[in-house]
């Protein structure tokens, strides 16, 4: 799928409570169903754990037509969840906790909400109107955002202002040459990561991977040799990196990005997300409309193992056939979630 068009059902909000001490939930193989289903029909787009048992999930309501943004979290690793209590007019796409109580959302019109108590959120001003798609941030005060049409955000005072580093201005998507910018990581104050696609309409399209080293002043291009929608970057330190997109497109480096290489992942679907809990063992997750794929590695990717789907439900659906958005792992622990609520637990 190309990021230069708006998904559709992007969303998340309250979970839905049941009889933890009745009811049995599924496993298969490496999976378990956490959670089966939302009762609103919401998709959960991004997920975070800043301990075994807290978290939060941001997405989009489609029955909340005025404030489809949702923000939801849990005291329980995720087996219930609670509504945030603010309206947003916007879907939301990624967020980020620094710790229990720091946390940044952000999504369409250039939307980024904020906690400093972990529960309840505020809107800040971005200073745009096109969609952020990544969101990360080095301490309490210092984070970026980027998104569509060269978007590059920066701030230095935890969010109360922002800064436009580069683009942000809204373009004729199509028609204009651009760059989207998905994804974003630091490791520190000065070493981070963006990832996205530059399209040169009707001539070229290309990966996109970036490097700063002096805390986001200035991004150097790192050759990737691919041509698909970057979704997603992940790096375990310095040298050890992992990104995924298009046509199941999964890049490995071990050198800081200063070389790419493909790593087989087994699938032509869409990756949208990947997370490691060191060195071997890794997830990525994604899918489109009607279709999903779980692929795991417990060899640092030299062999991705497409997760077998076939008669695990969630409820009454299939969760082949229940696009998957993110992963996330804290420790050993692993999440992934995707559409209509549905949050499954990997081994």
Avoid: C
Wanted: net charge negative; no cysteine.
């Amino acid at each position: 799928m190309n990021k230069f068009e708006d998904r559709p059902r992007w969303g998340i909000t309250l979970l839905a409570l049941f009889g933890v001490l009745a009811i049995v939930l599924p496993t298969h193989g490496d999976l378990s169903i956490l959670h089966e289903s939302d009762p609103e029909f919401r998709d959960y787009m991004s997920i975070v754990f800043t301990s075994q048992r807290n978290g939060w999930a941001v997405g989009v309501s489609p029955l909340e037509l005025d404030y489809p943004g949702f923000i939801g979290y849990t005291t329980d690793g995720g087996a219930t969840w609670n509504k945030a209590e603010i309206d947003i007019d916007a879907q939301l796409a990624s967020v980020y906790f620094l710790d229990d109580k720091h946390g940044w959302a952000i999504g369409e019109k250039g939307k980024i909400v904020a906690t400093t108590n972990g529960k309840d959120w505020e809107i800040q001003t971005s200073k745009v109107d096109n969609p952020l798609k990544g969101v990360y941030f080095v301490n309490k005060e210092v984070g970026f955002a980027v998104g569509a049409n060269d978007t590059i955000l920066s701030t230095q005072t935890g969010g109360r202002t922002w800064k436009v580093v580069q683009g942000g201005v809204i373009g004729a998507i199509g028609d204009d040459e651009a760059t989207m910018y998905n994804a974003i990581q630091f490791l520190d104050e000065s070493t981070g990561w963006i990832a996205g696609v530059h399209v040169v309409p009707q001539i070229s399209q290309s990966s996109v991977i970036q490097k700063t080293t002096d805390g986001g002043q200035t991004w150097v291009a790192q050759e990737t040799g691919a041509e698909d929608v970057l979704e997603d970057i992940f790096f375990l330190d310095e040298k050890h990196g992992w990104a995924v997109g298009e046509n199941g497109l999964i890049l490995y480096t071990r050198n800081g990005g200063e070389k790419w290489t493909v790593q087989m992942s087994g699938t032509e679907e869409t990756l949208r997300s990947i997370r490691f809990a060191d060195k071997f063992m890794g997830w990525a997750v994604g899918g489109d409309v009607g279709q999903s794929v779980i692929v795991r590695t417990n060899n640092g990717g030299k062999n991705w193992e497409v997760q077998d789907l076939t008669g695990l439900k969630a409820g009454m659906l299939q969760v082949g056939k229940i696009q998957m958005n993110s992963v996330f792992i804290l420790g050993k622990q692993v999440w992934l979630t995707g559409g209509n609520g549905v949050i499954l637990q990997g081994k």
